[in-house]
Every structure is written in C-alpha cells, then in structure tokens.
C-alpha cells in the first residue's frame, strides 16, 4: 500500500468546527499528488486540486479554518489523471469534524458516541496471486473494463477483508464512507432489518430516517445508526450490499425504452456479445457493480442497558437544519450539466477503451474554465445523465441540497446536505448550493468514478474575478 505517515487504513482527523488546521504534505511518491479536502468549504488554493500539484518530493502546507457544519469528511490525492491509482493504492483519510450541536447531542446521549461511533471505509480492491500467499500485490487497471471503472472482486473495511465487530445490544452509529474507485453500494443488513440514516456528505439529518437500505454512489457518506437491541445475544447479523442492476450492461438491457438514447442503436449487437463473458455478474479479479457483497459482521455478545435515546429533531439553533427558500430558489442562476459518455459509434469489437466520458460534450482541459460564477451566488446545478450507467456527480468546496430527481421533490435521506450525488441513467438531479464569498478562485467540478474523472470527465469552475488557471 501506499500509506499517509504509514498509517494502517482508516487514517482519522477528528477536529472541531472553528478550529484553524496546517498540515504539511511531503510527497514521497516519485510523480505529483495533492491532498483534496472533499467536501470542505475552503479557499482555491487550499483544495488540493490538480492545479495545485505537489511535485515527487515537494511540499505542501495545506492550512485552512473550517466553519460548516459537523460533517463526515474525507481526503485523498486530486493530481491530474492519477487520482484513481493514487486513492486505489491507498491514500485516503477521513476527517470527522464535529461541532456544538453534535457535542450537545452526544453529551445529552442523543446520538451514540465513544466506542459506539465507528468509521467504515468500504473499498473494493482486486489483487495478484492466491489467498495462500503470503504478499499479494494490489492490481490496478490491469483488464479493458477497467477503463469503465476499477472494480475489484475483494471488498476491505478499513483494509480488512469481512471484519467482524463485537457490539453490545444497543445503538450503535457508523460513519459509512463509499471510498472505492467505481463502486456503488447498497448496504443494508442481511436479515432485511431497518436502521436509520442520521447523516449524509454535509453533516445530519434533521430528522433520522427509517430504511431498509442505502444506496452510496463513490465518494458519498451516511452517518447510520443500528439498534442491536433487536437481536439476542449471541446472534450475527451482516453488514451486505444487496445486488441491483447496476453493472453497465446489466443499463444496456434497460435502456431500450429510453427517449433520446437515439444514438446508442448501434451499440445493442455489441454490448450482447460482451454480455456472453460476463451472464454469471462477474469475471475474474471482478465482481461487477450491482453483484451482492458481504462486508462486514456483527456478533452481538454483550447485555447493555441503553442509555441513547436517538434524536427525533434537531434543535432549532442547529446551522445544517436550515434549508435553501423558495426565494433562493427563485433568484438562483441555474446551469446544465450533461453527462455522456462518448466514441460509443465507433465500438467495434466492443473496445471499451475508445469510450471517452465528458461533461457538456467536452473533456477536462486544464488550463479551462469552465463556468464563471459569482462570489457568494445561490446557483442552481442540473445534472441530466444521458449514458448508459450511474455517475457520482461531485464539486468542490460546496454542499448541495437535492431539489428534485426528474422532477420528483427531494423527500427522505435526499434532504440531507450532499457534496456528491448519484445520477441515474436518463435521470436529471437539480441541486441548489451556496458559493461562499470568502471561498474564490478555481475549483472542479466531476464525476467521482476516479477513472472516468482522470479519463477528463471533469471541469474546473471559477468562483469570483480571479483564479489561478490561464496564468501558469
Ligand atoms: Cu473527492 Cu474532486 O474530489
Ligand atoms: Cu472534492
Ligand atoms: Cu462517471
């Protein structure tokens, strides 16, 4: 692997709202990273991107202050069309920022804590040789599909293949981090049982959430709690993603009755033929996206008296509450974004490596920018994808509200604060968000899969007069 201080997975920072941080990144890879703060509100030149690249050997104060809301954060590498291998081998981290309405709640044992707040990094990871060897080599990129985006066929929890926790019978609260490449997940339990969701990429809920699942596209979070209560001592219960229709030739066979998908006519004889090699869901060294996973194990083996009483509302001086009004609404300056994927005509043979994946029909230039929007603004993003498979959609230095997906009001879980969003095939997702005044200059904007990102599926926007990009 390759480590941050030679830290075993998951490398945690855990600070508080208000508090000013400086961390210096000494890169001791022979090619450029960064270090990205995804989903941070912070100026251009601290975000990490690969306009700011950390070369072989260099170094990097990043120093900044965060004011938002106590949010499930992360951080990894952003350097220009390397930031699939670099996060694959294994640089990644979490930031847990935490705040007065989360201290309060946990101190007020409105929200499980301590022992019972557990970090769960979920990655999928494919590696050389057999189970019986004693070193194994992670592989990247080593097959065609992988240009679609690198699945593995093994999935580690903070680098372990099918951990198992111990835990007493009561609530329990896992910050869950969808860290793979490629990957979409759909955790649920294995008996099918509810539990909540208190939080999503920008910090809680104001109302927990009853489900029986959740979907977590790359690169998206949700804070859950699991009340073990339920089961007996010395019972187990898994911790699985259920199997959907999700691999992109599983979208193929349901694309047939989409409008506007015009073009892909020719692309149903050749897809067919791949799907001969890949009817049993997966392949060697991969297990397709949408195949069921075991991920991790509960044993239930302690009595404990509860003392949580899980939160029901937030309280009313909590910032994350708060919601965009209709006359934000009203006001905002909306955009298009279209996601497609192209060079679909020309796939003979099936070759996937010709795909190429771009966002309003072009692919990330670096010295571009590409939406100009004003310092402070409320602006309105549509995300309308017209490819055959899910896109994470994600930008920089802002958290979104979800208004609508097809026009269908935002309810449930999608009332959360997010920085990253799945889109559906032939699904259009209209999100409002605030660019915060004090945060200007040049940040991107992508799809989250890290090789559709460092295929160039990827643009920069710039907040205010001045950014950076043009000038190099
Ligand atoms: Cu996780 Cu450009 O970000
Ligand atoms: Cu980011
Ligand atoms: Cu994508």
Redesign the pocket.
């Known amino acids: 692997m390759w480590r941050y201080n030679n830290n075993a997975l998951p490398v945690i920072i855990r600070t508080d709202r208000g508090n000013a941080m400086t961390l210096n990144l000494d890169n001791q890879l022979d090619s450029n990273s960064t270090i990205?703060w995804?989903?941070f509100k912070i100026p251009a030149a601290m975000d990490g991107?690969p306009d700011t690249p950390v070369a072989a050997n260099g170094t990097k104060a990043y120093t900044f202050t965060m004011d938002q809301p106590a949010a499930p954060l992360?951080f990894?590498p952003?350097p220009d069309m390397e930031?699939g291998k670099q996060v694959y081998m294994g640089l990644a981290g979490v930031y847990l920022l935490e705040d007065n309405i989360t201290k309060t709640l946990e101190a007020n044992n409105a929200l499980p804590s301590g022992d019972k707040d557990t970090v769960l990094l979920v990655q999928d990871r494919r590696f050389d040789g057999n189970a019986t060897d004693a070193v194994r080599n992670l592989k990247y990129m080593d097959m065609d599909m992988d240009m679609d985006g690198m699945l593995g066929d093994t999935i580690l929890v903070n680098g372990s293949v099918v951990p198992k926790q111990n835990v007493s019978n009561t609530l329990h609260r896992y910050r869950l981090y969808n860290v793979s490449n490629a990957r979409n997940y759909k955790f649920a339990l294995s008996d099918g049982s509810a539990f909540k969701v208190i939080g999503t990429d920008g910090g809680l809920l104001d109302e927990p959430t009853d489900v029986t699942s959740v979907t977590l596209g790359a690169?998206e979070r949700v804070e859950i709690v699991i009340d073990f209560s339920n089961y007996a001592v010395g019972s187990k219960v898994m911790l699985v993603s259920q199997p959907f229709n999700g691999d992109m030739m599983g979208m193929m066979g349901g694309m047939n009755g989409m409008n506007g998908m015009g073009n892909m006519g020719n692309m149903n004889g050749n897809m067919g033929n791949m799907n001969n090699g890949m009817s049993a869901g997966s392949m060697a060294g991969m297990a397709a996206n949408g195949a069921g996973l075991s991920i991790m194990r509960f044993d239930i083996n302690a009595t404990e008296t509860e003392t949580v009483t899980l939160y029901t509302a937030l309280p009313a001086n909590a910032e994350i509450k708060t919601r965009h009004t209709s006359i934000d609404v009203t006001n905002a300056t909306e955009r298009q974004f279209l996601m497609t994927m192209g060079g679909m005509g020309n796939m003979q043979d099936a070759n996937m490596s010709q795909m190429s994946f771009v966002i309003n029909g072009k692919t990330f230039d670096p010295t571009r920018v590409d939406e100009f929007i004003d310092a402070g603004a409320t602006e309105i993003w549509n995300i309308r994808n017209m490819s055959p498979m899910a896109h994470p959609f994600?930008?920089?230095a802002i958290q979104y509200q979800i208004l609508s997906r097809n026009g269908v009001a935002a309810t449930g879980i999608d009332l959360g604060w997010k920085?990253?969003f799945l889109v559906q095939p032939g699904e259009t997702v209209k999100v409002i968000g605030k660019f915060e005044a004090i945060n200007t200059g040049d940040y991107?904007?992508?799809c989250?899969i890290l090789e559709h990102?460092d295929a160039g599926m990827?643009g920069y926007f710039r907040v205010g007069a001045t950014g950076v990009l043009g000038a190099q």
């Open positions: 990205h995804h989903g991107g992360w990894h952003h930031t690169a994600h930008a920089h920085d990253t991107m904007y992508h989250h990102e990827m």
